[in-house]
């Protein structure tokens, strides 16, 4: 099959222009996602692990991440950026995850620089490795890619380091992270619209060709910033990955509340997706046969 990778499609949307990628934490909100008009979608570390009940500590495996990646993959038929925090493990595990992503249909992944047990970039109190260590992480990574795709496969590299040793520390070890093979860079918990502007001027300085991802999560770090002001100070996706959950969760909290209280979901109707809008998101029409996409 002479199948575009989804790496090579994602490449090509972000020279176009700043993409968003919303979080999809099953394959029915990836169906959602592309039927909204979205262009990519993205897999969280953090929303996959509060819905299997856990907090975003690095417990889940990474058959779980797997097996969600190509549901969401399956689902949507965008490209997925997943989250693969600190690798689940040292270097062999980071290019094992690297070709179990690439065979679950991922368009790419990013790896972060905290010691495990991770926490929300957007959490006090993280912990690095050292440089030189996640250098030599992501450049297994880069060579997993090479060996599996021919480089189709997007390797992300995540720092911590604003919020640790400094906003001087993470550009630094963005340059060495795109030294070490890198195509992407992530830097996480920044604190302005100036600090994003900032940080990407110097990191494009030395990497003219470097791809940009912004996290547009809530009550955290970085302000509200809109899509379009992203792509104004030099980011090509905006990831939001856990607004779909958190949307999800405070309307299951609150009609769990109402059903208690009346006994009833007749109070809930006018909330709910009907029953046709479900049949319609999952392509579904009773009494004909339902085909599953054929493309991986």
């Not at 993205?42 to 009940?53: C, D, E, I």
């Not at 979901?265 to 339902?290: C, I, S």
């Amino acid at each position: 099959m002479n199948q575009l990778h989804p790496g090579t499609h994602l490449r090509s949307l972000m020279k176009s222009g700043c993409i968003a990628a919303p979080g999809a934490f099953n394959a029915l909100v990836g169906k959602a996602v592309k039927q909204a008009g979205f262009e990519a979608c993205y897999v969280s570390g953090g929303a996959t692990s509060v819905a299997a009940g856990v907090p975003d500590v690095g417990l889940l495996g990474l058959e779980h991440f797997c097996r969600l990646i190509r549901e969401v993959a399956d689902a949507s038929q965008l490209p997925v950026l997943a989250d693969a925090d600190t690798g689940f493990g040292e270097e062999e595990m980071v290019r094992r995850t690297v070709i179990e992503y690439h065979r679950s249909g991922a368009a790419g992944l990013h790896l972060e620089d905290q010691v495990f047990p991770k926490r929300c970039g957007h959490l006090d109190g993280k912990k690095l490795i050292s440089a030189d260590q996640s250098q030599s992480r992501i450049n297994w990574a880069a060579k997993a890619a090479s060996d599996c795709s021919d480089g189709a496969f997007i390797v992300c590299a995540r720092t911590d380091a604003a919020g640790v040793e400094g906003f001087d520390a993470a550009v630094e070890r963005a340059d060495l992270y795109m030294q070490a093979g890198a195509s992407m860079i992530f830097p996480e918990g920044l604190h302005s619209e100036d600090e994003f502007a900032r940080f990407a001027d110097r990191l494009r300085d030395a990497h003219p060709d470097a791809f940009l991802l912004a996290n547009m999560t809530e009550f955290g770090k970085t302000p509200m910033i809109a899509l379009d002001r992203f792509a104004a100070l030099g980011y090509n996706i905006v990831i939001y990955p856990v607004t779909m959950l958190r949307v999800a969760m405070g309307a299951v909290t609150q009609a769990l509340a109402e059903l208690k209280e009346t006994g009833s979901p007749e109070v809930l109707l006018d909330r709910m997706q009907t029953r046709a809008q479900l049949y319609d998101l999952v392509g579904y029409t009773p009494g004909e046969p339902f085909e599953v996409h054929a493309n991986p």
